[in-house]
């Protein structure tokens, strides 16, 4: 079992939230392949069981490069609905399109017909930092990877 993480970051931010949202994965005793959105092929979903998506906020949005690559995947359209969404996203401020951002990539996620799992307990749609995660966003990270690898678990024979 496998959960790919694609993330844009063009100042490290994002990067360091990808960072801790693996360790979470892997913390659950599933295997994370990490790669920048330059670096990932779509061609690996179907090898994977989960798929999170990381982008700064960009006008209240991802990046043109994160949603340049979703664009790509409707190349296995229909053919994914069996993977576990998540998402996570960097913001300069509050209240500024962090969570219109996470939105925009799960509802990616839920057209494809994946599998999205909020969370009752704060950060509901995914996890949001403003600039660089400090200790608590990063735990939050780690939590968000592991939500995702717990699910595929349940879900996955
Ligand atoms: C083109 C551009 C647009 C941005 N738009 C927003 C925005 O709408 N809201 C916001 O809070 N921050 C915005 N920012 C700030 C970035 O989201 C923020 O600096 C983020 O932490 C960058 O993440 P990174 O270090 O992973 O690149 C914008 C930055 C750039 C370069």
Redo the contacts with the bound molecule.
């Keep these: 079992m496998k959960v790919l993480i694609v993330y844009d970051?063009?100042?490290?931010?994002?990067?360091l939230m990808a960072e801790a949202v693996a360790q979470g994965v892997r913390d659950s005793d599933i295997e994370v392949v990490l790669k920048t959105v330059d670096e990932a092929s779509i061609d690996e979903l179907p090898q994977v069981q989960g798929v999170i998506f990381g982008s700064?906020?960009?006008?209240?949005l991802p990046t043109g490069k994160i949603k340049a690559w979703i664009d790509e995947t409707v190349k296995y359209h229909g053919k994914l609905t069996h993977l576990v969404g998540g998402a996570f996203c960097?913001?300069?401020?509050t209240h500024?399109?962090s969570e219109t951002t996470i939105l925009a990539l799960l509802q990616a996620c839920l057209v494809h017909g994946m599998i999205v799992q909020g969370s009752p307990h704060g950060s509901h749609y995914g996890v949001a930092s403003v600039?660089s995660p400090d200790e608590k966003e990063v735990e939050n990270c780690k939590k968000l990877g592991a939500r995702v690898a717990e699910l595929i678990k349940k879900l996955v024979p």
């Design positions: 970051s063009q100042t490290g931010n994002t990067g700064p906020v960009y006008y209240g960097s913001a300069g401020g500024t399109g600039g």
